[in-house]
């Protein structure tokens, strides 16, 4: 039986939603490798990167279910608390 999921990931400068079809069981990093996603960005490493489903972070082993969207995340490029920092900083400064 095979069962319908997506499998998601975004850069800075781009995302990319494959769907795909696996079998019913599927772990979430055999959909990872399914999908292609990783020849399309070079710099996933799943040794690194985080993974989940629907924001919820996932062991690789995972069963994916119907319907999932497997996300691959990525390291924050910019520390949010500077983030924020600079955003009070340009708003003091427009007063």
């Keep these: 039986m095979f069962i319908q999921i997506e499998v998601a990931f975004a850069s800075d400068k781009n995302q990319l939603i494959i769907p795909l079809s696996v079998s019913a069981a599927c772990c979430i990093e055999e959909a990872i490798q399914h999908s292609g996603i ?25 069963l994916v279910q119907a319907g999932d969207r497997v996300e691959i995340y990525r390291a924050l490029s910019i520390d949010p608390k500077k983030t924020r920092i600079n955003r009070a900083k340009k708003q003091k400064a427009l007063l």
């Design 38 to 62: 990783l020849s399309h960005f070079p710099e996933i490493d799943l040794t690194k990167n985080k993974v989940g489903i629907f924001g919820k972070l996932r062991p690789l082993n995972t």
